[in-house]
Antibody, heavy 119, light 109 residues
């Protein structure tokens, strides 16, 4: 059974960079699309972007200038960096894997990591 | 940018009743790229349906989806106590990005 687990600092100061890692167990990162999605407290879901196992990325246009995703096959994990954060970036951050080799929807999700932006 | 609008915002129903949730797109959506998720408080979303009408693994057959073009529907034939949650539709867009609807909360009447 594929499992995903987010890790990283839960408190980030304004203007700094948010960094999260999603560690994958029960399956290899060397296939599929790997996504980051976030959810501000009490609000809906926002897709941040994906990284394909080949390294190809695609980001939400509204966040593109601040987002970087990468993956590390040796550690079977992928990562998210979001720069110049503000309080509006406070959210639960989820990593998720696409259901199939073709992109479009995710059936494996991490439990989520609440990241708070505050001084 | 294609916007997904879900209605109603909140649906108040009793267990055993039928729930009908709507997801309307601002432009035509390729149905193979339309999905529905269920989210309970404190939990990650769970994929219910993909390709507008295909149930994900382990999803009970009381959940069904239909629609094409700009109008899609999630139907729960008989609400079970565990079905009270928030439901999101999601599309994979021609520009290879995802968008979500704002969600419909199904609450106990």
């Amino acid at each position: 059974q594929v499992q995903l687990q987010e890790s990283g600092p839960r408190l980030v100061k304004p203007s700094e960079t948010l960094s999260l890692i999603c560690t994958v167990s029960g399956g290899s990162i060397s296939s599929y699309y790997w996504n980051w999605i976030r959810q501000p407290p009490g609000k809906g879901l926002e897709w941040i972007g994906y990284i394909h196992y080949t390294g190809t990325t695609n980001y939400n246009p509204s966040l593109k200038s601040r987002v970087t995703m990468s993956l590390d096959r040796s550690k079977n994990h992928f990562s998210l960096k979001l720069s110049s954060v503000t309080a509006a970036d406070t959210a639960v951050y989820y990593c998720a894997r696409d259901r199939s080799a073709a992109p479009g929807s995710a059936n494996y999700w991490g439990q989520g990591a609440l990241v708070t932006v505050s001084s | 940018e294609i916007v997904l609008t879900q209605s109603p915002g909140t649906l108040s129903l009793s267990p055993g009743e039928r729930a009908t949730l709507s997801c309307r797109a601002s432009q035509s959506v390729i149905d193979v790229y339309l999905a529905w998720y269920q989210q309970k408080p404190g939990q990650a979303p769970r994929l219910l349906l993909y390709g507008a009408s295909n149930r994900a693994t382990g999803i009970p057959d009381r959940f069904s989806g239909s629609g094409s073009g700009t109008d899609f529907t999630l139907t729960i034939s008989r609400l079970e106590p565990e079905d009270f949650a928030v439901y999101y539709c999601q599309q994979y867009t021609p520009s290879l990005t995802w968008t979500f609807g704002q969600g419909t909360k199904v609450e106990i009447k």
